[in-house]
């Protein structure tokens, strides 16, 4: 059966956001859906100037992490930065720009939080539930949970992320969907390269990229 169609509604309230969150949470799958073989592994962010956004998604070979194509899209946001709140800010635009790829990845790393979350349903959620795709939530800072060692646990002691480090830098990996912890943490370290976790690296400088051409 084909999974519903899930968006991002505009203008909704902060209490509505929240509402929306909980209520989709249920829908997150930790089982994972990866091919046997990953051929192509995204990378996907956005950045702002003013109130205009831009995404970038950035598909690269999962063997050699070389690129094999880049997507950009731009437009208006009028949701504000709320904690918790990012992915109605930031989905939609990550959503066109992965939409816009000729090359379908088998799985999607997005600059934000996924189960990892105070709802249990951040960014990474919200892309790979839209998307319908094995999507990987990677955080530079821990949003929810408490960390024992290297791992991220919630306030009854479930792992819901674990700490790697890419270039001296800790980043928290959690699950966004179809995808096990595990197999998160997997993916992520194959993608670390000398300059950082190169999916990520790639799609940040595609993000900076347009937003200069905007300002500029």
């Known amino acids: 059966?084909?999974?519903?169609?899930?968006?991002?509604?505009?203008?909704?309230?902060?209490?509505?956001?929240?509402?929306?969150?909980?209520?989709?949470?249920?829908?997150?799958?930790?089982?994972?859906?990866?091919?046997?073989?990953?051929?192509?592994?995204?990378?996907?962010?956005?950045?702002?100037?003013?109130?205009?956004?831009?995404?970038?998604?950035?598909?690269?070979?999962?063997?050699?992490?070389?690129p094999a194509e880049t997507a950009t899209t731009r437009a208006h946001v009028t949701f504000l930065y709320v904690p918790g709140l990012l992915a109605f800010r930031e989905a939609p635009i990550i959503v066109r720009a992965l939409r816009k790829l000729k090359h379908r990845p088998d799985v999607c790393i997005v600059d934000g939080h996924g189960v990892a979350h105070p709802r249990r349903f951040g960014l990474a959620c919200h892309v790979g539930l839209i998307m319908d795709l094995p999507t990987i939530g990677v955080a530079k800072s821990r949003l929810f949970g408490r960390e024992v060692g290297e791992r991220i646990v919630d306030p009854e002691g479930n792992s819901i992320a674990e700490v790697i480090r890419a270039s001296g830098k800790r980043l928290y990996v959690s699950v966004g969907h179809k995808i096990s912890l595990g197999e998160s943490v997997r993916v992520v370290r194959h993608c670390v390269s000398k300059r950082g976790l190169e999916p990520m690296v790639l799609a940040h400088q595609e993000a900076q990229k347009a937003k200069w051409s905007i300002r500029n």
């Open 1 to 66: 059966m084909k999974p519903k169609a899930i968006s991002i509604p505009r203008n909704v309230t902060p209490q509505e956001a929240v509402a929306l969150q909980n209520r989709l949470a249920s829908l997150i799958s930790q089982e994972s859906a990866l091919p046997e073989e990953i051929r192509y592994v995204a990378g996907a962010d956005g950045a702002y100037e003013g109130n205009r956004a831009v995404g970038a998604a950035v598909v690269v070979k999962y063997g050699s992490l070389r």
